[in-house]
């Protein structure tokens, strides 16, 4: 199947600090990403959605200026979590689709477990 | 409202025992649906999906799920487990109007010896 990577794998960062995370669709273009945050032992939590060279669209209660995404090309998305507070510790979870209207074609990344100090 | 439900948090199961994890949505269309499974620290692994046709589905590692419309459900079975089956398993929706995917709780399976 498809392959979506992530990178890192694990950040720590201290509190005030911004973190960038990238999100890569190695063999396909993708049109739309999606974003996710995972507390522990808990579900996913879709974050914002974004079309490449789109402004993302964010879920209610996401604040978009702290979660900043950036969908530039139909290969890399990135999430920024600026001024990163302790509360944002979290493991994100990108997630990559090509064709537009098909969902079985969505791919998940391996996950970034962001902890802040 | 929508939503996709998993009742059970923690499910503990003996090694070569059968397993049933359910799944029930609140769409009012069927949505795509789609069970996936996560390791810890692991992104996801699609195990299987419905779009429409045979409502017995087959998926990897030796899991089957069954779609019954009149009860809003789609639980994933498997009539032996394995030790290595231990994980997080995530029920998925897509609805027809809205391409986003949104999970169930997620249901954390225990393989006891």
């Known amino acids: 199947g498809a392959v979506v990577s992530q990178h890192p794998s694990r950040v720590i960062c201290k509190s005030g600090t911004s973190v960038k995370i990238e999100c890569r669709s190695l063999?396909?273009?993708?049109?739309?990403m999606f974003w996710y945050r995972q507390f522990p032992k808990k579900s996913l939590m879709l974050m914002a959605t974004?079309?490449?060279?789109?402004?993302?669209?964010?879920e209610q209660g996401v604040e978009k200026d702290k979660f900043l995404i950036n969908h530039a090309s139909l290969t890399l998305s990135t999430l920024t979590v600026t001024s990163a507070h302790p509360e944002d510790s979290s493991f994100y979870i990108c997630?990559?689709?090509?064709?537009?209207?098909?969902?079985?074609?969505?791919?998940f990344g391996p996950g970034t477990r962001l902890t802040v100090l | 409202a929508q939503s996709v439900t998993q009742p059970d948090i923690h499910i503990t199961v003996s090694e070569g025992a059968s397993l049933e994890l359910r799944c029930n949505y609140s769409?009012?269309?069927?949505?795509?649906l789609f069970w996936y499974v996560q390791s810890p620290g692991q992104g996801l692994q699609l195990l299987l999906k419905?779009?429409?046709?045979?409502?017995l589905v087959q998926g990897i590692k030796g899991f089957e799920a069954e779609f019954k419309r009149s009860q809003s459900s789609f639980n994933l079975r498997k009539p032996s487990v394995h030790w290595s089956d231990a994980a997080e398993y995530f029920c998925?929706?897509?609805?027809?109007?809205?391409?986003?995917?949104?999970f169930g709780a997620g249901t954390r399976l225990t393989v006891k010896p």
């Open positions: 997630s990559a689709r090509g064709l537009a209207g098909v969902p079985d074609t969505q791919y």
């Open positions: 063999d396909f273009q993708a049109t739309t």
């Open positions: 974004s079309n490449e060279g789109s402004k993302a669209t964010y």
């Open positions: 769409y009012g269309a069927t949505p795509y």
């Open positions: 419905y779009f429409s046709g045979d409502t």
């Open positions: 998925a929706v897509v609805p027809l109007n809205n391409n986003d995917m949104r």
